[in-house]
Protein backbone atom coordinates (compact mmCIF):
# COMPACT_ATOMS: atom_id res chain seq x y z
CA UNK A 1 0.00 0.00 0.00
CA UNK A 2 1.28 3.08 -0.62
CA UNK A 3 0.80 5.87 1.80
CA UNK A 4 1.05 9.23 -0.03
CA UNK A 5 1.29 12.58 2.21
CA UNK A 6 -1.79 14.46 1.71
CA UNK A 7 -1.37 17.08 -0.48
CA UNK A 8 -2.13 20.89 1.38
CA UNK A 9 -5.43 23.02 0.73
CA UNK A 10 -3.17 25.27 -1.12
CA UNK A 11 -2.09 23.18 -3.81
CA UNK A 12 -5.97 22.52 -4.56
CA UNK A 13 -6.15 26.59 -4.44
CA UNK A 14 -3.02 26.77 -7.07
CA UNK A 15 -4.70 24.38 -9.35
CA UNK A 16 -7.83 26.41 -9.09
CA UNK A 17 -5.71 28.90 -10.90
CA UNK A 18 -4.32 26.81 -13.55
CA UNK A 19 -6.03 25.85 -16.71
CA UNK A 20 -5.69 22.29 -17.54
CA UNK A 21 -9.04 20.45 -17.40
CA UNK A 22 -10.51 19.13 -13.95
CA UNK A 23 -13.94 17.27 -13.21
CA UNK A 24 -16.68 19.61 -12.66
CA UNK A 25 -17.47 20.63 -9.41
CA UNK A 26 -20.23 18.25 -7.91
CA UNK A 27 -20.60 17.41 -4.44
CA UNK A 28 -22.94 19.10 -2.08
CA UNK A 29 -21.86 19.76 1.50
CA UNK A 30 -23.43 21.21 5.14
CA UNK A 31 -21.98 22.72 7.68
CA UNK A 32 -23.76 22.31 10.85
CA UNK A 33 -22.48 25.29 13.17
CA UNK A 34 -21.07 27.55 10.96
CA UNK A 35 -21.21 30.45 12.40
CA UNK A 36 -18.49 29.66 15.13
CA UNK A 37 -14.79 29.95 15.55
CA UNK A 38 -14.34 26.93 13.73
CA UNK A 39 -17.44 26.96 11.45
CA UNK A 40 -16.25 30.40 9.96
CA UNK A 41 -12.51 29.77 8.62
CA UNK A 42 -13.94 26.15 7.63
CA UNK A 43 -16.18 27.29 5.67
CA UNK A 44 -13.94 29.26 3.70
CA UNK A 45 -11.38 26.65 3.33
CA UNK A 46 -14.21 24.58 1.87
CA UNK A 47 -15.70 27.53 -0.43
CA UNK A 48 -12.10 26.94 -2.06
CA UNK A 49 -12.24 23.10 -2.88
CA UNK A 50 -13.09 22.55 -6.50
CA UNK A 51 -15.04 19.58 -6.11
CA UNK A 52 -17.80 21.08 -3.81
CA UNK A 53 -21.25 22.68 -5.82
CA UNK A 54 -23.02 23.58 -3.32
CA UNK A 55 -22.29 24.77 0.87
CA UNK A 56 -24.73 24.68 3.08
CA UNK A 57 -23.97 26.61 6.34
CA UNK A 58 -26.04 26.45 9.08
CA UNK A 59 -26.28 27.45 12.87
CA UNK A 60 -28.43 28.45 15.31
CA UNK A 61 -27.33 32.13 15.23
CA UNK A 62 -25.21 34.43 12.77
CA UNK A 63 -24.34 32.62 9.92
CA UNK A 64 -26.29 35.22 7.21
CA UNK A 65 -23.43 37.55 7.33
CA UNK A 66 -21.39 34.40 6.92
CA UNK A 67 -22.40 33.18 4.18
CA UNK A 68 -23.02 36.56 2.59
CA UNK A 69 -19.04 37.52 2.94
CA UNK A 70 -18.16 34.12 1.44
CA UNK A 71 -20.56 33.91 -1.13
CA UNK A 72 -18.47 36.88 -3.11
CA UNK A 73 -15.19 34.93 -3.27
CA UNK A 74 -15.23 33.50 -6.88
CA UNK A 75 -15.09 29.41 -6.37
CA UNK A 76 -17.22 27.61 -7.65
CA UNK A 77 -19.31 26.75 -4.75
CA UNK A 78 -22.92 28.19 -3.99
CA UNK A 79 -23.22 29.72 -0.56
CA UNK A 80 -26.78 29.42 0.96
CA UNK A 81 -26.84 30.22 4.68
CA UNK A 82 -29.82 28.09 7.25
CA UNK A 83 -30.88 29.80 10.57
CA UNK A 84 -32.35 27.99 13.55
CA UNK A 85 -33.62 24.89 13.81
CA UNK A 86 -37.14 24.97 11.80
CA UNK A 87 -34.40 25.40 8.40
CA UNK A 88 -31.84 22.36 9.59
CA UNK A 89 -34.20 19.81 7.66
CA UNK A 90 -33.71 22.25 4.29
CA UNK A 91 -29.58 22.31 4.93
CA UNK A 92 -29.44 18.37 5.21
CA UNK A 93 -31.07 17.54 2.09
CA UNK A 94 -29.45 16.40 -1.24
CA UNK A 95 -25.93 17.21 0.61
CA UNK A 96 -22.86 13.96 0.24
CA UNK A 97 -20.71 15.40 3.22
CA UNK A 98 -22.20 16.77 7.03
CA UNK A 99 -19.45 18.15 8.82
CA UNK A 100 -20.37 19.07 12.39
CA UNK A 101 -18.65 22.11 14.72
CA UNK A 102 -21.39 22.66 16.81
CA UNK A 103 -20.95 23.09 20.63
CA UNK A 104 -19.15 24.62 22.75
CA UNK A 105 -15.52 24.72 23.26
CA UNK A 106 -12.91 24.23 26.60
CA UNK A 107 -12.08 26.63 29.08
CA UNK A 108 -8.80 26.69 31.13
CA UNK A 109 -8.91 24.06 33.57
CA UNK A 110 -11.86 21.80 31.98
CA UNK A 111 -11.28 18.97 30.04
CA UNK A 112 -13.69 18.09 27.23
CA UNK A 113 -15.43 15.24 28.50
CA UNK A 114 -16.65 18.08 30.93
CA UNK A 115 -18.28 19.48 27.50
CA UNK A 116 -20.32 16.12 27.31
CA UNK A 117 -23.54 17.64 29.29
CA UNK A 118 -23.94 20.53 26.56
CA UNK A 119 -22.54 18.50 23.08
CA UNK A 120 -23.55 15.57 23.46
CA UNK A 121 -27.74 16.84 23.42
CA UNK A 122 -26.48 19.46 20.49
CA UNK A 123 -24.80 16.44 18.01
CA UNK A 124 -28.14 13.90 18.82
CA UNK A 125 -30.25 16.59 17.54
CA UNK A 126 -28.36 17.35 14.48
CA UNK A 127 -27.40 13.90 13.80
CA UNK A 128 -31.26 12.71 14.01
CA UNK A 129 -31.93 14.95 11.34
CA UNK A 130 -28.93 14.04 9.17
CA UNK A 131 -30.50 10.57 9.03
CA UNK A 132 -33.83 12.10 8.24
CA UNK A 133 -32.78 14.02 5.90
CA UNK A 134 -29.75 13.10 4.45
CA UNK A 135 -28.93 9.25 5.08
CA UNK A 136 -26.99 8.73 3.00
CA UNK A 137 -24.21 11.24 3.60
CA UNK A 138 -20.95 11.08 5.36
CA UNK A 139 -20.32 12.67 8.53
CA UNK A 140 -17.65 14.42 10.07
CA UNK A 141 -17.87 15.16 13.77
CA UNK A 142 -15.69 17.98 15.10
CA UNK A 143 -17.86 18.54 18.63
CA UNK A 144 -16.29 17.41 21.64
CA UNK A 145 -15.55 15.26 23.51
CA UNK A 146 -15.31 13.20 20.47
CA UNK A 147 -14.55 9.77 22.21
CA UNK A 148 -17.84 10.03 22.91
CA UNK A 149 -19.55 12.15 20.77
CA UNK A 150 -19.25 9.49 17.66
CA UNK A 151 -20.75 6.73 19.69
CA UNK A 152 -23.72 9.32 19.89
CA UNK A 153 -23.69 9.64 16.62
CA UNK A 154 -23.43 5.89 15.57
CA UNK A 155 -26.46 4.94 18.56
CA UNK A 156 -28.91 7.93 16.48
CA UNK A 157 -28.25 6.60 13.32
CA UNK A 158 -28.65 2.96 14.52
CA UNK A 159 -32.14 3.77 15.90
CA UNK A 160 -33.37 5.42 13.28
CA UNK A 161 -32.10 2.33 11.01
CA UNK A 162 -29.48 4.53 9.23
CA UNK A 163 -26.29 3.59 10.33
CA UNK A 164 -23.56 3.04 7.91
CA UNK A 165 -20.04 2.34 10.12
CA UNK A 166 -18.78 3.13 6.99
CA UNK A 167 -19.78 6.59 6.59
CA UNK A 168 -19.02 8.13 10.18
CA UNK A 169 -15.93 9.79 11.14
CA UNK A 170 -14.52 11.40 14.20
CA UNK A 171 -12.31 13.95 13.48
CA UNK A 172 -8.69 13.29 14.35
CA UNK A 173 -6.68 15.23 11.94
CA UNK A 174 -5.65 17.74 14.05
CA UNK A 175 -3.84 15.22 16.30
CA UNK A 176 -2.13 14.25 13.16
CA UNK A 177 -1.25 18.03 11.91
CA UNK A 178 0.14 18.96 15.39
CA UNK A 179 2.12 15.71 15.96
CA UNK A 180 3.64 16.10 11.60
CA UNK A 181 4.31 19.91 13.02
CA UNK A 182 6.18 19.27 15.71
CA UNK A 183 8.12 16.36 14.71
CA UNK A 184 9.22 18.14 11.43
CA UNK A 185 10.59 21.30 13.82
CA UNK A 186 12.39 18.90 16.73
CA UNK A 187 13.90 16.96 13.72
CA UNK A 188 14.11 19.54 11.40
CA UNK A 189 12.46 17.41 8.52
CA UNK A 190 10.59 19.11 5.50
CA UNK A 191 7.13 19.74 7.15
CA UNK A 192 5.84 18.18 3.75
CA UNK A 193 7.23 15.06 3.81
CA UNK A 194 6.55 13.88 7.87
CA UNK A 195 3.48 11.63 8.27
CA UNK A 196 2.89 10.16 11.75
CA UNK A 197 -0.15 8.24 12.55
CA UNK A 198 -1.88 9.10 15.59
CA UNK A 199 -4.61 6.61 16.77
CA UNK A 200 -6.64 6.11 20.18
CA UNK A 201 -9.02 8.72 20.74
CA UNK A 202 -9.46 12.56 21.04
CA UNK A 203 -8.35 13.27 24.33
CA UNK A 204 -5.18 13.34 27.02
CA UNK A 205 -3.68 9.80 27.00
CA UNK A 206 -6.32 8.29 24.48
CA UNK A 207 -4.17 10.50 22.25
CA UNK A 208 -1.33 7.96 21.22
CA UNK A 209 1.12 9.48 18.36
CA UNK A 210 2.88 6.56 17.12
CA UNK A 211 5.94 8.19 16.41
CA UNK A 212 8.30 4.69 15.32
CA UNK A 213 6.20 4.56 12.43
CA UNK A 214 7.32 8.27 11.40
CA UNK A 215 7.81 8.88 7.81
CA UNK A 216 10.09 9.33 6.84
CA UNK A 217 12.02 6.82 9.21
CA UNK A 218 13.33 8.81 12.03
CA UNK A 219 15.07 8.05 14.90
CA UNK A 220 14.28 9.40 18.25
CA UNK A 221 15.51 8.83 21.75
CA UNK A 222 13.50 8.04 24.74
CA UNK A 223 13.90 11.53 26.23
CA UNK A 224 12.17 12.75 22.65
CA UNK A 225 9.63 10.27 22.51
CA UNK A 226 8.22 11.21 26.26
CA UNK A 227 8.44 15.08 25.39
CA UNK A 228 6.98 14.87 21.62
CA UNK A 229 4.00 12.13 22.46
CA UNK A 230 3.17 14.27 26.12
CA UNK A 231 3.38 17.55 24.14
CA UNK A 232 1.17 16.24 21.25
CA UNK A 233 -1.41 14.80 23.79
CA UNK A 234 -1.51 17.92 25.51
CA UNK A 235 -1.37 20.38 22.48
CA UNK A 236 -5.51 21.25 22.61
CA UNK A 237 -4.59 22.90 26.16
CA UNK A 238 -1.52 24.72 25.12
CA UNK A 239 -4.22 26.82 22.91
CA UNK A 240 -7.26 26.61 25.61
CA UNK A 241 -4.47 28.17 27.82
CA UNK A 242 -2.99 30.72 25.46
CA UNK A 243 -6.31 31.85 24.55
CA UNK A 244 -7.03 32.31 28.19
CA UNK A 245 -10.79 31.73 28.36
CA UNK A 246 -11.49 32.76 24.46
CA UNK A 247 -12.25 29.54 23.42
CA UNK A 248 -10.16 26.61 22.33
CA UNK A 249 -8.27 25.70 18.29
CA UNK A 250 -10.41 27.19 15.89
CA UNK A 251 -7.80 28.04 13.13
CA UNK A 252 -5.50 24.82 13.05
CA UNK A 253 -8.84 22.53 13.56
CA UNK A 254 -10.08 24.59 10.63
CA UNK A 255 -7.19 23.81 8.41
CA UNK A 256 -7.52 19.96 9.77
CA UNK A 257 -11.24 19.97 9.26
CA UNK A 258 -11.02 20.94 6.21
CA UNK A 259 -8.20 18.82 4.91
CA UNK A 260 -10.20 15.96 6.70
CA UNK A 261 -13.14 17.10 4.41
CA UNK A 262 -11.26 16.93 0.85
CA UNK A 263 -10.00 13.45 1.59
CA UNK A 264 -13.70 12.33 2.08
CA UNK A 265 -14.46 14.04 -0.87
CA UNK A 266 -11.65 12.78 -2.59
CA UNK A 267 -12.64 9.32 -1.93
CA UNK A 268 -16.36 9.51 -3.05
CA UNK A 269 -15.21 11.28 -6.54
CA UNK A 270 -12.89 8.11 -6.93
CA UNK A 271 -9.36 8.97 -6.22
CA UNK A 272 -8.15 5.14 -5.11
CA UNK A 273 -5.29 6.85 -2.64
CA UNK A 274 -6.28 8.54 -0.01
CA UNK A 275 -5.67 7.63 3.64
CA UNK A 276 -6.52 9.32 6.51
CA UNK A 277 -6.40 8.78 10.40
CA UNK A 278 -9.77 8.66 11.47
CA UNK A 279 -11.53 7.42 15.06
CA UNK A 280 -14.35 4.93 13.21
CA UNK A 281 -16.03 2.02 14.03
CA UNK A 282 -13.50 -0.40 14.03
CA UNK A 283 -12.02 -4.17 14.98
CA UNK A 284 -8.38 -3.11 15.29
CA UNK A 285 -8.70 -3.30 19.11
CA UNK A 286 -10.48 -5.69 21.15
CA UNK A 287 -12.75 -4.06 24.03
CA UNK A 288 -12.45 -0.99 21.68
CA UNK A 289 -16.00 -1.07 18.93
CA UNK A 290 -14.57 3.16 18.44
CA UNK A 291 -10.59 3.68 17.78
CA UNK A 292 -8.90 6.05 15.62
CA UNK A 293 -6.51 4.68 13.41
CA UNK A 294 -5.24 4.51 9.58
CA UNK A 295 -7.50 3.58 6.83
CA UNK A 296 -7.98 3.72 3.59
CA UNK A 297 -11.49 5.89 2.08
CA UNK A 298 -12.74 4.65 -1.07
CA UNK A 299 -16.33 5.89 -2.62
CA UNK A 300 -18.22 4.19 0.35
CA UNK A 301 -16.64 5.04 2.94
CA UNK A 302 -14.05 3.33 5.03
CA UNK A 303 -12.35 0.75 2.63
CA UNK A 304 -9.64 -0.90 4.52
CA UNK A 305 -7.64 -0.25 7.76
CA UNK A 306 -4.42 -0.04 7.75
CA UNK A 307 -3.09 -2.74 10.45
CA UNK A 308 0.29 -2.27 9.98
CA UNK A 309 0.51 0.75 12.06
CA UNK A 310 -0.40 -0.91 15.19
CA UNK A 311 2.06 -3.53 14.96
CA UNK A 312 5.53 -4.04 15.72
CA UNK A 313 5.54 -1.22 18.27
CA UNK A 314 7.64 0.04 20.86
CA UNK A 315 7.66 -1.39 24.04
CA UNK A 316 6.69 2.76 25.09
CA UNK A 317 4.27 2.68 22.27
CA UNK A 318 2.51 -0.47 23.62
CA UNK A 319 2.26 0.00 27.22
CA UNK A 320 0.62 3.48 25.97
CA UNK A 321 -1.63 1.62 23.99
CA UNK A 322 -3.24 -0.62 26.71
CA UNK A 323 -3.23 2.22 29.01
CA UNK A 324 -5.73 4.32 26.67
CA UNK A 325 -7.92 1.35 26.50
CA UNK A 326 -9.80 2.07 29.82
CA UNK A 327 -10.41 5.30 29.35
CA UNK A 328 -11.67 5.33 25.97
CA UNK A 329 -14.01 2.58 26.76
CA UNK A 330 -15.59 4.36 29.69
CA UNK A 331 -15.83 7.48 26.97
CA UNK A 332 -18.09 5.27 24.14
CA UNK A 333 -19.60 3.56 27.01
CA UNK A 334 -20.60 7.00 28.55
CA UNK A 335 -21.97 7.95 24.55
CA UNK A 336 -23.92 5.16 23.88
CA UNK A 337 -25.57 4.87 27.65
CA UNK A 338 -26.72 8.64 26.89
CA UNK A 339 -28.75 8.08 23.74
CA UNK A 340 -30.35 4.67 25.20
CA UNK A 341 -31.24 5.71 28.51
CA UNK A 342 -33.38 8.04 26.62
CA UNK A 343 -36.81 7.71 25.33
P1 LIG B 1 -17.77 28.19 19.05
O1 LIG B 1 -18.53 28.42 20.30
O2 LIG B 1 -16.91 29.29 18.54
O3 LIG B 1 -18.76 27.81 17.87
C1 LIG B 1 -19.74 26.85 18.03
C2 LIG B 1 -20.90 27.16 17.12
O4 LIG B 1 -21.89 26.15 17.29
C3 LIG B 1 -21.59 28.52 17.42
O5 LIG B 1 -21.69 29.29 16.25
C4 LIG B 1 -22.95 28.11 17.93
O6 LIG B 1 -23.98 29.04 17.60
C5 LIG B 1 -23.13 26.79 17.22
N1 LIG B 1 -24.15 25.95 17.84
C6 LIG B 1 -24.42 25.71 19.13
N2 LIG B 1 -25.47 24.88 19.25
C7 LIG B 1 -25.87 24.58 18.01
C8 LIG B 1 -26.89 23.77 17.48
N3 LIG B 1 -27.75 23.10 18.27
N4 LIG B 1 -26.99 23.68 16.14
C9 LIG B 1 -26.14 24.35 15.33
N5 LIG B 1 -25.16 25.13 15.77
C10 LIG B 1 -25.02 25.25 17.10
O7 LIG B 1 -16.90 26.86 19.27
P2 LIG B 1 -15.68 26.30 18.37
O8 LIG B 1 -14.41 26.87 18.86
O9 LIG B 1 -16.04 26.45 16.94
O10 LIG B 1 -15.69 24.75 18.78
C11 LIG B 1 -16.76 23.93 18.44
C12 LIG B 1 -16.54 22.50 18.95
O11 LIG B 1 -15.41 21.90 18.31
C13 LIG B 1 -16.26 22.42 20.45
O12 LIG B 1 -16.99 21.35 21.01
C14 LIG B 1 -14.78 22.12 20.52
O13 LIG B 1 -14.39 21.45 21.69
C15 LIG B 1 -14.61 21.24 19.30
N6 LIG B 1 -13.24 21.10 18.78
C16 LIG B 1 -12.86 19.88 18.34
C17 LIG B 1 -11.59 19.68 17.82
C18 LIG B 1 -11.17 18.34 17.29
O14 LIG B 1 -9.98 18.11 17.07
N7 LIG B 1 -12.08 17.44 16.99
C19 LIG B 1 -10.68 20.75 17.78
C20 LIG B 1 -11.10 22.00 18.24
C21 LIG B 1 -12.40 22.17 18.77
C1 LIG C 1 -8.12 20.39 20.38
O1 LIG C 1 -7.50 19.33 20.40
O2 LIG C 1 -7.58 21.49 20.15
C2 LIG C 1 -9.61 20.36 20.58
O3 LIG C 1 -10.04 19.09 20.97
C3 LIG C 1 -10.12 21.43 21.47
C4 LIG C 1 -9.74 21.25 22.91
O4 LIG C 1 -10.62 21.37 23.76
O5 LIG C 1 -8.56 21.02 23.20
Redesign the pocket.
Known sequence: ISLRNHKPLVTVAARNADVRPRAAATYKAAV????????QPLSLLLKMSPLLSHLNL?????VKGVAADLSHCNTPSLVTPYTGAEELAESLKGVDLIII??????KPGMT?DD?FNI?AG?VK??VEAAADYAPKAWINI???P?NSTVPIAAEVLKKKGVFDPKKLF???T??VVRANTFVAQQKTLRLIDVDVPVVGG?AGITILPLLSKTRPKTEFTQEEIEKLTVRIQNA?TEVVEAKAGA????LS?AY?AARFAESCLRAIDGDADVYECTYVKSDVMQELPFFASRVKLGKDGVEAFVHTDIRGLTEYEEKALQALVPELKGSIEKGINFVNKQP
Open positions: LGAGGGIGYDIANPAGVPRRLNITLISNVGVTLDHGGSATMA
